[in-house]
């Protein structure tokens, strides 16, 4: 039996480096979301905080059992009955060997249970030139478990700079993901290069629906005046199996809906099989 189709929303926020005044916001527009009609609401990467500095973190954040964000957007899958992506908290681990934060993605359910938990397995350590530069995993540890989880459809689970490791997303469809979700916070740099032609791919390689919910704007630093604020990409997209945009937010905050439709993900993988191709081979 074909599964039904499923209306998704993705929330394009612009948050600040404090978690207290982001929730307010996300909360309206995941309720935005739903009252238009979508069962599968996602969010991006940094929901609950973004553009912070370590002082600030270890005083804002917590661990996963007592995040404030968790627990409001939990009871909000809940009262609403959506299954909801929280594309990635920031959170404290608890752990005294490494008191580096995670990047934890968490997909809920309809009752508020957490289905699924993932950590971003690849940190963003990169010098995009001399004036920009990022070191991902001085504050943030990263994940060693790449995970496909049961949701409205079988979504296999990423965030951001996983984007461009396409063998995490090949192994994802071929264990059975019909969505591949990656929440991010693309700079304007690299969104603007390579964003939409990298979703595109993976969409295309996989034949299967990529539904990627960002970052936008210039981020508020309300804790931390003296940091310079950092700018993302914006243009939340869903893209089909085929590798076609279907969806485009563009650069504001706000909600995009989008209709996933099973038999697209059929047509796609019987058109080119490329998933029951693999050859096995010797070197480089």
Known sequence: MSPAPVTAGLVQLCVSDDPEHNLPRTRALIREAAGRGANFVLTPEATNILNADRATRDRVLCIEDADPTLAALREDARALGIWLLIGSLSLKTGDP???????????IAPDGGIRARYDKLHMFDVTVSEHEAYHESAAFRPGDQAVLAQGPWPVGMSVCYDLRFPYLYRDLARSGAHILTVPAAFNDTTGLAHWEVLLRARAIETGS????????????????????????????????????????????????????????????????????????????
């Open 97 to 107: 060997q490494d008191t580096r934060y995670a990047n934890r993605s968490f997909l």
């Open 209 to 284: 629906y990529v539904l990627a919910p960002a970052q936008a704007g210039l981020h508020q630093n309300l804790l931390c005046q003296d940091r310079k604020p950092r700018r993302s990409y914006g243009h939340s997209l869903a893209v089909d199996p085929w590798g076609k945009v279907i969806a485009d937010a563009g650069t504001e905050p706000g909600v995009t809906l989008v209709t996933l439709d099973p038999a697209a993900i059929v047509g796609a993988r019987s058109r080119i099989p490329s998933l029951t191709h693999d050859r096995v081979y010797s070197g480089p």
